[in-house]
């Protein structure tokens, strides 16, 4: 008889070898383990940083996010193991994506380009928030696609985006007269508005500036202005609506119209109207009155003089 023992260890072997394989590809590989359990080859730190622009939004913004990424490394070339390795590291991809209320509108970079020891490259997206956006914090997911082409390395990074509803308050500085109007202009936001400027309205009331351009204002900033008034026709009581407009980056906006009234403030342009002690009122009485007892003054000095020299 002959001995099946041969083929029975060749089929045992095969198996086994079978079964190694089988346990091998199931293991991790070395990407795997965040601290290395199994051979790494060095990496230079990509350091990710971002910024808004404007810093705060408004609802109906549109802005700016810049994300600088940077290689920390200190030299090109490594020696790690007898083997050398670059720190240079190429850039295949950088996109960032949108949340509620907040929509990206600029596609993904792909093949950016290598980046050296101490390098830095900026890309630009642009973002605009929905009229309806909630206040608040909102975030922005980055995504990074970078390192050795044979082991790509995908980085995830939050961006901030604050958005903010405020716009720039306008108060009574002081009890308006016939002659003029006083008010403060404050910015309560948390970023700098540009071109801001402050439009008056009333019915039959002239404004004197037509509008009042103050600029930049920074945060918590506050400016007194006056405007000088002159009323068309008498009036008991004139609204008098301050608007202003500003522009938050590049988008303009209009804050909410504010109203003070005149009272007994109508002053028309021959004097007549308009309450005793304010601007030029009673100015056309106090002519008439000179007008009046200026000839009786003239004429009884001179009946005195002419007494005076009788004998």
């Known amino acids: 008889m002959k001995s099946k023992s041969g083929p029975i260890l060749i089929l045992s072997f095969v198996l086994m070898v079978l079964m190694l394989i089988q346990a091998f590809s199931l293991c991790p590989s070395a990407s795997a383990y965040p601290y290395g359990y199994m051979y790494r080859c060095p990496e230079p730190t990509i350091i990710i ?65 290598t980046i050296g020891p101490g390098d830095q490259i900026t890309t630009y997206f642009n973002i605009k928030s929905d009229e309806n956006t909630t206040e608040g914090t909102h975030f922005l997911d980055v995504l990074l696609v970078s390192g050795y082409a044979e082991a790509p390395e995908e980085t995830n990074r939050k961006i901030p985006v604050k958005v903010d509803s405020s716009d720039v308050l306008l108060i009574q500085a002081e009890v308006p007269t ?118 009786t003054v003239i004429g009884g000095a001179y009946f005195w003089r002419r007494r005076t020299k009788k004998p």
Do not use: C
């Not at 996010?65 to 950088?94: K, M």
């Open 49 to 113: 940083e971002s910024s808004v622009s404007p810093e705060v939004l408004m609802p109906g913004d549109t802005g700016i996010v810049s994300i600088v990424i940077e290689n920390s490394a200190d030299q090109y070339v490594v020696s790690y193991q007898r083997e050398d390795f670059s720190f240079t590291v190429p850039i295949y991809r950088v996109e960032l994506t949108g949340s509620e209320g907040l929509e990206v509108s600029t596609n993904p970079y792909e093949n950016v380009g």
């Open 178 to 295: 016939a002659a003029s109007v006083s008010l403060d202009v404050a910015n309560p936001r948390q970023n700098t508005l540009n071109a801001v400027t402050i439009v008056p309205e009333a019915k039959g009331v002239e404004f004197s500036p037509e509008e009042y351009y103050i600029g930049t204002m920074e945060p918590d900033e506050i400016f007194t202005i006056d405007f000088d008034l002159l009323a068309l026709a008498p009036s008991d009581a004139i609204d008098l609506d301050f608007m202003a407009k500003f522009k938050n980056g590049d988008t303009w906006h209009e804050s909410e119209v504010y109203t003070t009234t005149l009272r007994d403030g109508g002053q028309a342009p021959n004097g007549a109207g308009g309450p005793a002690g304010q601007g030029n009122s009673g100015v056309g009485t106090t002519t008439a009155a000179t007008a009046i007892l200026l000839p």
